[in-house]
């Protein structure tokens, strides 16, 4: 029995608001770039604000980020890092941010986050 696919965004207009000009991970301006699900939508992730990040999909020199992310070259939690310093003034999406990699990280990534956002 086939499933029809999910569309892979649910939340065009919430993509839209938080889609950067350059990559959040490397820097790049000016290349192609595309939203990426930290953790995905297949995966049981939510399109929220803290779990959307934008990463490069075409560089010159390199394998672009979002390739990288995909293949999980990147380490998950670098990525929480950057959006808990993006978010740190929005306590409700931080709280949703730590409510669900409590679940999904390990214990040592999850104390990491958790001092990254308190500020230790």
Request: aromatic share 10%; charged share 30%; proline share 3%.
């Given at each position: 029995?086939k499933?029809?696919?999910q569309?892979?965004i649910?939340?065009?207009e919430l993509v839209r608001?938080?889609?950067?000009t350059?990559c959040?991970y490397?820097?790049?301006m000016?290349?192609?770039?595309?939203?990426?699900h930290?953790f995905s939508?297949?995966s049981?992730?939510?399109d929220?604000?803290?779990n959307?990040i934008t990463l490069?999909?075409?560089?010159?020199g390199?394998?672009p980020?979002h390739?990288?992310a995909?293949?999980y070259k990147?380490?998950?939690?670098?990525?929480?890092?950057?959006?808990?310093?993006q978010?740190?003034?929005?306590q409700?999406?931080?709280?949703?941010?730590?409510e669900?990699?409590?679940?999904?990280?390990?214990?040592?990534?999850?104390?990491?986050?958790e001092r990254a956002i308190?500020?230790?």
């Amino acid at each position: 029995m086939k499933f029809a696919k999910q569309s892979r965004i649910k939340n065009p207009e919430l993509v839209r608001e938080y889609r950067q000009t350059y990559c959040q991970y490397c820097g790049v301006m000016g290349v192609k770039l595309g939203n990426h699900h930290i953790f995905s939508r297949g995966s049981g992730g939510p399109d929220a604000k803290w779990n959307l990040i934008t990463l490069c999909e075409l560089k010159f020199g390199g394998q672009p980020c979002h390739d990288r992310a995909q293949q999980y070259k990147i380490p998950r939690i670098e990525l929480l890092l950057i959006k808990a310093r993006q978010l740190k003034a929005e306590q409700e999406e931080i709280d949703a941010m730590l409510e669900y990699c409590f679940r999904k990280l390990s214990e040592a990534d999850y104390n990491r986050l958790e001092r990254a956002i308190k500020g230790r």
